[in-house]
């Protein structure tokens, strides 16, 4: 097993698809792609490319570590209690674990990501 790993941010491999859970679902009607490209520690690190049309859901991270790099596309993010933050291609952000908010994605959105619970 190589300890290098290159994220391949257009993969060519079918996705897994999938949408909100339908008691986090606030908005649209947004569809999800996850092309996942590594997972270690016994799949408590994973890392790969996540797609998601429009529409808005409550984003409830738990224990988990999410790291994101924005490819394409799009996102505001409002923490309960917070102000709404805007992010477009090539910016990054960390939602730590505990974090409760809206994901508003206004366009489709492509993100690299990194989760660790």
């Not at 996850?34 to 520690?41: E, F, G, L, N, R």
């Not at 016994?42 to 529409?55: C, R, Y």
């Amino acid at each position: 097993m190589s300890l290098l790993k290159t994220i391949d941010p257009n993969p060519t491999f079918a996705p897994r698809e999938s949408g909100p859970l339908p008691e986090r679902l606030i908005a649209g009607s947004p569809a999800f792609k996850t092309w996942a490209q590594d997972a270690a520690k016994n799949d408590t690190i994973l890392t790969g490319v996540w797609e998601a049309t429009p529409g808005e859901t409550r984003s409830i991270k738990g224990e988990t570590f999410e790291f994101c790099h924005i490819l394409a596309g799009v996102v505001e993010i409002t923490p309960d209690g917070g102000e709404p933050v805007v992010y477009r291609a090539g910016d990054s952000f960390v939602m730590k674990p505990g974090f409760v908010g809206v994901w508003k994605t206004i366009e489709t959105v492509r993100k690299i990501y990194v989760t660790i619970t």
